[in-house]
């Protein structure tokens, strides 16, 4: 298997990071998760865009990136070793070796990877059941959950007790104990035709799928509410789903182990933004 590292393509067994890497001691760093239909990332102005902000935000000059071009070639080489048409792509930065201590050094060179996996979604899915995290909480003043941080300890957290209530997926709840996400995907309700999700302001890291759902939503007339949700007011939903950039949108069928009733779950006008949304992420090509 095939990797970019640092401008490269090599074999996998053949690709090293310093010991000094802040990435791995401190993780100092952020990674972007992009989908590829036929060696082509979907949506790739926007995740470049990001992690231009991600750069900004943990004070790496944005140059030191690679270009959309740069990603695009590489992502067509490595995906041709991959069967399927199908491919999760990770870009992965650290702010590179540094010496001891927080202070990053002045002068960074940053390591950036690029990996790719082959992807799919199920052909038949039944559905999320969530459970409600007790450990974890979203701080909306917090760097890391501005970025898709290299530090992921929350969410790994918030999996496992997920895993340990026997649910496949965890719902975050900000620091107010309103609604924010899941530990990988934005969170939407539909209620009355109306869409409901929390706001940015929130903790969450506001993805590109939550805002093609907007923009969506905003395109159609659907009247779309950034708000803040209790999460006794999940309840009340006709449907709730989940939305990410790989996965497009998953509906949930329960939240600690109280189930939504399955044939309110998937509307008309839902059943159009799951398709919309899959069409968009594969550049619509035979979808």
């Known amino acids: 298997m095939k990797v970019w590292l640092n ?15 802040r990435g791995l001691l401190l993780g100092d ?18 995740h470049h865009e ?13 140059d030191l990136l690679p270009n959309i071009s740069e990603i695009a070639d590489a992502v067509r080489i490595l995906c041709a070793e991959i069967d ?12 590179g070796s540094g010496p001891r201590g927080l202070l990053p050094p002045v002068e960074c060179h940053p390591t950036v990877l690029m990996t790719a996996a082959p992807f799919s979604r199920p052909a038949h899915d039944n559905g999320l059941a969530l459970a409600t995290s007790k450990q974890v909480r979203r701080n909306p003043w917090s760097v890391a959950n501005r970025i898709k941080s290299l530090n992921y300890m929350d969410n790994i957290a918030a999996r496992r007790e997920a895993a340990a209530c026997g649910a496949e997926e965890a719902l975050v709840l900000s620091v107010d104990g309103s609604v924010a996400e899941t530990t990988i995907a934005n969170l939407f309700g539909v209620r ?37 949700i209790l999460p006794n007011e999940l309840s009340s939903m006709e449907s709730v ?37 899959e069409k968009s992420l594969c550049l619509g090509i035979d979808v």
């Open 192 to 228: 009355d035709g109306a869409f409901y999700t929390p706001s940015a302001d929130s903790g969450i890291l506001s993805g590109l799928a939550r805002q093609f759902v907007i923009d969506w939503c905003n395109d159609l007339d659907v009247v779309v509410h950034e708000t803040s």
């Open 7 to 21: 401008g490269n393509i090599i074999d996998q067994a053949d690709a090293h990071i310093a010991v000094t890497d």
């Open 50 to 62: 990001r992690l231009e902000n991600h750069a900004e935000l943990i004070g790496l000059a944005p």
């Open 241 to 277: 789903f989940v939305c990410n950039a790989l996965q497009g949108i998953r509906f949930v069928r329960s939240i600690d182990d109280v189930a939504f009733k399955s044939d309110l779950a998937k509307t008309d006008i839902l059943m159009q933004l799951e398709g919309d949304i």
């Open 29 to 46: 760093g952020f990674f972007e998760t992009m989908r590829s239909h036929r060696g082509r990332v979907a949506w790739l102005d926007r």
């Open 84 to 95: 399927g048409e199908g491919a999760v792509i990770r870009l992965t930065v650290t702010r």
